[in-house]
């Protein structure tokens, strides 16, 4: 595929997945940042999210399970809202947490446990304000 289409569908699905208002604010108005977005969108969402070896759903869980190992909380909580949207299960998620726990350490999991509990107080008070105003 070449470069301007696997950015183009890696757009597309990042925005599926994160959401207009993230990908638009996400340092997008600064220049510097431009090729770090650039390389974002086209390799990890055009290329590898692109792919059809697992769907979103998985690709979600299994972020997740990394984000927790390598200790990435800002980023864990952004890809919990993502694996919401994937259609995930907070249950789901939280049988992450505990493997992660597991494997990488009881604080590692609390993290993932945590994220997981702010984020979906938010999407629930968000999905609420949603209901209400349609």
């Known amino acids: 595929m070449p470069s301007s289409e696997r950015y ?3 757009d597309r699905i990042r925005r599926e997945v ?16 431009k090729p770090l977005l650039d390389l974002i969108t086209e390799y990890p969402w055009g290329s590898v999210w692109a792919r059809e ?6 690709r979600s869980l299994v972020n997740l399970a990394l984000l927790t190992a390598l200790n ?16 995930c299960s907070v249950e789901e998620m939280a049988e992450v947490a505990l493997q992660c726990a597991a494997y990488a350490g009881a604080p590692a999991g609390i993290a993932l446990m ?3 509990h702010e984020v ?8 609420v304000h949603e209901a209400h105003d349609s």
């Not at 340092?27 to 940042?33: E, G, I, Y």
């Not at 979906?120 to 999905?127: G, K, M, R, S």
Request: charged share 30%.
């Open 8 to 10: 183009a569908e890696g």
């Open 72 to 87: 990435r909380p800002e980023e864990l909580r952004l890809n919990v809202h993502g694996a919401l949207r994937n259609g």
């Open 53 to 58: 070896g697992l769907d979103r759903r998985t």
């Open 114 to 116: 945590k994220a997981i």
């Open 18 to 33: 994160l959401g207009d208002a993230h990908v638009n604010s996400m340092l997008s108005d600064w220049p510097p940042a």
């Open 120 to 127: 979906h107080e938010t999407h629930e008070v968000h999905d």
